[in-house]
């Protein structure tokens, strides 16, 4: 349970919207090992050169994730070859400090065992990336203890739907409640009150891509369908592969060239992309 005299979320003012956006970007699976595989190379690669340093990968997926990381402006490209090589965009290759508030956070608080930073990156994001977690975490951080009706209310959103967020943030170790009762208000775990330094640092990132006033109406659960998704089977899947491979490295790629973490090939098999946008 959260310390209500503690809670570093609130130290930051953010914008809950402009994260949820931010976060959305970086969500589909494999987004951090192919941005830290450009920032590592730091230069243009085609996509079997992509592939060639995630071997646990195949050439026609590392394809398609470049490609939606191009549309979603992560990416660039010399032309509209087919075969021209992909770079990181000026945003992307700023990715660093929100890359390291999250592997940091995930250290600190997740029990995930030995894992690459770039892995524990892409656990994190899929946990925060949630609709309207932001906004949740946000509110339980400021008031402390709330009730269902009173959270509802506060983020004008319908109960059944508000449930079944926090049903997902107490999923992911984020939110908890105050007691075994069906109506014991909810609270943020120690997880969930020590995402100020993540929120901040996403928040800073995403500055230059977004307007300054992204004030928009909720979007419906529907356009959301990665959601409900079970992270925990994916989650648990690749762990589990990664912590079997000894030479997978745990530290951050850097933009001096350095040996890539060498990952079997059954992660792709045990861990498919889940994530539809």
């Known amino acids: 349970m959260s310390d209500s005299t503690n809670r570093p979320a609130s130290a930051v003012p953010v914008d809950a919207q402009r994260i949820e956006d931010a976060l959305s970007l970086l ?13 590592q190379h730091n230069a243009p690669m085609r996509v079997r050169e992509v592939a060639s340093r995630l071997p646990f990968l195949n050439e ?7 490609a939606q990381m191009h549309t979603d402006g992560l990416v660039i490209r010399a032309n509209d070859h087919f075969h021209a090589p992909y770079q990181l965009s000026a ?38 990336s949630l609709r309207h977690a932001t906004a949740l975490i946000q509110l339980l951080d400021s008031r402390g203890p709330m009730r269902l009706a009173h959270v509802s209310e506060a ?62 109406e909720p979007a419906a659960a529907a356009t959301r369908t990665h959601d409900a998704v079970d992270l925990r089977s994916e989650g648990a899947r690749t762990a589990a592969a990664l912590r079997r491979t000894p030479a997978a490295s745990a530290m951050f790629f850097s933009h001096a060239d350095q ?9 792709t098999a045990l861990s498919a992309p889940s994530r539809t946008r």
């Open 91 to 128: 945003s992307a290759a700023e990715l660093t400090p929100v890359h390291r508030a999250l592997a940091s956070w995930s250290q600190q608080h997740l029990a995930l065992g030995q894992l690459p930073d770039a892995e524990r990156v892409e656990d994190a994001v899929r946990r925060l």
């Open 60 to 66: 026609q997926l590392v394809g398609k994730r470049l």
């Open 155 to 216: 983020v004008a959103l319908k109960a059944p739907y508000t449930w079944q967020r926090l049903a997902f943030l107490q999923r992911d170790g984020l939110v908890t409640r105050t007691g075994p009762r069906r109506g014991d208000p909810y609270v943020l775990t120690e997880a969930g009150a020590a995402l100020g330094p993540v929120h901040a640092a996403v928040q800073q990132w995403s500055n230059p891509l977004a307007p300054k006033d992204p004030v928009r």
């Open 27 to 39: 969500a589909p699976r494999w987004t951090t090992w192919t941005t830290q595989t450009l920032a």
């Open 259 to 267: 040996p890539q973490p060498r990952v079997p090939s059954m992660v």
